[in-house]
């Protein structure tokens, strides 16, 4: 049997991270450059139940059976046998690999889960719908980070760019003129449990002040998603700006993220901020095609341990 394989792409929040757990508004949209790929080989020789889960970027190469309830890799392997009510799963090795920088706000977590559950029910004869997948991996995504919006496993498992409200059909969003983003990564891992965690706990101690800038941030998404559909690119770059703010205020940027902001937009960008969980990871930026390159080269001498240039459209 040739072995079966999966492939789920990283993804950006280009407005809206945190205020979406509280039900703002957010939009995403999947970076392709980068990917987690899983690879299920049958291995008839061993008995039936002996499933390998070889995953090399977390240093884990040991039998299913090995693995507690609430690892996460296992959790999306058992994920789709209890779905098609299987009580073992024929012998095979499940090798997981990710191109996506762990921990840095671009879902490499959801995007491995989902790579398991895609490659695993094909493997079985049953490919699950994006929809299916999508579900699947919001429970993972639990493990992870507690109390995930959904937006990454919706992002990912759908492959578009999302306009997303928590626990509302997905919609996806139309961009009819392609635009041009550079990622930063600031080589720093932060968990988004962290994070979501250390806004739900400010939020509790002051919640009128955590809504108001909830709200402020799901206005800066209206405007967004309506300048992205009129192609209002200098528009954009300043709701990227004004995002920042709000996420500073709620104390999940850091100074290596103001940095890189600051040194995006003296490099001409048209916006920037961090995106995704923050404390560390990634920021975006909105640029020119034709600065894209200028951007890209001054985040990386400035500390950016990677770049990514992605030109966002409606097709990916
Ligand atoms: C993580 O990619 C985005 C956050 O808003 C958390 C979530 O939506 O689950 C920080």
Redesign the pocket.
Known sequence: MPAISATAPG?I?LF??????YNQP?I?VPISKVKARTIITANPKRKPGAVKVIAPNVGLDTYLDELPQDEPLAAAIRSVSHTLKLSTIPACDIRITSKIPIAA?M?SGAAVTISIIRALSAFLGVPFSDEQVSKLTYEI?KIH?G??????NSVIAFNKPVYYIRNQPIQTLEVPQPFTVVIGDTGIQSP?ST??SNVRNAWRDNPTFYESIFGQIGRIVQDAQRAITGGEFKKLGLLLDKNHKQLQMLG?SSSELDHLVNVAKSAGALGAKLS???GGGNMITLVTSESAEQVADALQSEGAVNTIISVISSTI
């Open positions: 993804k929040i809206g991270e945190h205020a979406v757990v957010a995403a706000g879902g995504e980070h109390t995930p919006s959904g937006i990454d988004t994070t979501v999940v995704g969980g923050g």
